[in-house]
């Protein structure tokens, strides 16, 4: 009986000895089959779905230099519908310790995670929007992996990171970050503050450390505004694109050189401006200008009516191409019970308008919808104007006034 329970128990080793062996086994195979996530510094791991859930078998792997790209109408590969994909991106970035700053940049929706945690959670159809986390981080290697996916239209998928400065201690001057890339992602190869964006290097490059060519610049700053309408403007050779907060409000990221302006409402108070520059060939030149409407004589004041229960006014400028500009893309709420508005400080270009006013369009909104509206010309309704140093009323008033 001995011997039996000896050969049994032997047996019973040999047996949990081979399934240690088939589950180790298992066990290895699988974990070679879940491909470690890329370096971000060498290429993303890019699984592309024919679909916008993330669902399912890759119709594509490959590994991306940078999460960077704007397909336009178009899709990431000929294999790939224009619409209805999405896209999952993995990689591993190695940071000092410090406070980071992650943007997305997306058309349509985009989740975030940073070792393990979602920290960007726009999981919507959206225009192009710009979405911020900051991090605190510790020296070493950190796992991202960024989801995104494009319902329809226009595709747009961009990711960067950048370290923030010291809070404790003020900033006078913009943080630049110096890459030896054309794109402003990763480690930059040297960091500096700068006075002001104002540089026209011609054929040369930076600092010694930077290619003439070949290189690129994002400079972010926190700035004080007064509440109005400011109009920025920059001047370069290459592209450019100009963030306000978590929007993007100018972006020419495209070979080029000339100068660019736009005109955005900026709400009182701290603002993060953050302006992104490459340099392709030849000539290198960044700089950036603004003014307000403190700044500019011919400004005028909009006096209105809007609900005060989830109602707000949507104000657009007609600019000199044609266009309408969304001043505050936000809008205005009421300022007290009666729904009263005055909005002051509208922008007056009295030198293509002269005293006639600058046409405006005004659009009432309530629980979502478009109530009524005045200035929208291209749909037959009758024009409105903004006069210099005059209140201008809209066509709907409160009782009061």
């Keep these: 009986m001995a011997q039996k329970g000896g050969v049994g128990m032997g047996v019973g080793r040999r047996t949990q000895r081979a399934m240690s062996i088939l589950a180790m086994a298992a066990w290895l195979a699988l974990l070679l089959a879940v491909p470690a996530p890329v370096r971000g510094d060498t290429g993303w791991r890019a699984e592309i779905f024919t679909n916008p ?103 747009v998928a961009r990711l960067s990171w950048s370290r923030l400065p010291d809070a404790s201690r003020p900033v006078e001057a913009w943080r630049g970050e110096y890459y ?39 400079w972010m700053r926190d700035l004080y505004f ?37 005109q955005v409402w900026v709400d009182a108070g701290k603002r993060v401006v953050c302006m992104e520059y490459y340099e392709r060939s030849g000539g290198a030149k960044a700089k950036l200008f603004w003014r307000g409407a403190s700044d500019t004589m011919a400004v005028g004041n909009l006096i209105t009516c809007v609900g005060v229960c989830d109602s707000w006014i949507k104000v657009y400028q007609r600019m000199a191409d044609g266009s309408w500009q969304d001043i505050k893309p936000e809008g205005w709420g009421a300022m007290d019970v009666t729904g009263y508005l005055k909005i002051d400080g509208l922008p007056v270009d009295t030198l293509l308008y002269g005293d006639e006013g600058h046409p405006y369009r005004v659009e009432l909104w309530s629980q979502g919808r478009l109530v009524r509206s005045v200035g929208h010309t291209e749909a037959g309704q009758p024009p409105f104007v903004i006069r210099a140093g005059a209140d201008n009323v809209t066509p709907w008033q409160c009782p009061a006034l």
């Design 53 to 155: 859930h993330l669902a399912g078998t890759p119709a594509l792997v490959r590994t991306d230099p940078a999460v960077d790209f704007d397909w336009g109408a178009g899709s990431p590969d000929p294999r790939i519908p224009p619409d209805q994909f999405s896209i999952r991106w993995t990689g591993s970035i190695s940071l000092e310790a410090g406070t980071y700053r992650f943007a997305t940049l997306t058309d349509d929706g985009v989740r975030l995670y940073v070792d393990g945690h979602l920290v960007i959670d726009q999981w919507r159809e959206t225009a192009p929007a710009v979405s911020l986390a900051d991090l605190d981080l510790v020296a070493g290697f950190h796992q991202v992996r960024m989801e995104y996916y494009e319902a329809s239209g226009g595709a």
């Design 180 to 218: 030896g890339g054309p794109m402003p992602w990763g480690t930059p190869a040297l960091v500096r503050e700068d006075a002001k964006i104002d540089f026209n290097w011609g054929k040369g490059s930076p600092d010694a450390r930077i290619p003439v060519d070949g290189f690129s610049v994002r």
């Design 226 to 262: 007064d509440a109005g309408t400011y109009r920025f403007t920059t001047e370069t050779d290459d592209g450019v694109r100009l963030f306000l907060d978590d929007r993007p409000i100018l972006d020419a990221w495209r070979d080029m050189s000339g100068s660019l302006s736009v």
